[in-house]
């Protein structure tokens, strides 16, 4: 349970602008590093107890991932930026994003300048999703959160 180095954190708020229009990430939050890329989010409090506390396996909520150089939100990390994500976002009807809690393909006539987009139904965030050339959106939805088919 590391904390990010100012390094990180500015390259991940940089990251987050560029794909997403992010301008005001987390705030208020710490951002911890976890295994394989991943990023939690926790309170400076809670890092404080759970240093002084023995046996804490982890802390925060999975808030993101870097893979390759770019930035993919979990579903709790969209739902946090609510009203911040400006870019890249696929606004979906409730058949489609039925089916992207399914992790289906959803195909997108729309050309997207990143590789992940963020779904969007209404109000509530659905995570991201790795936009393909052939114009494909293939959502990042864990197996256990999918809907089954």
Sequence with gaps: MEPLGP???RYLLERLKGQHGVENAFEGLVLIKAGQGRIRAATKETLELAKRLRKVQQIGLYVAKLSKG???L???GTQLLDGEIKKNVIELDEAAAEEWMKASPITSPKKYTSKYVVAKHGEIYLGSGRFTRDGK???QVAKWRRVPE
């Design 74 to 76: 979990s579903i709790e």
């Design 137 to 139: 959106i293939y959502p």
């Design 7 to 9: 390094t990180e954190k």
């Design 70 to 72: 770019d930035v993919v």
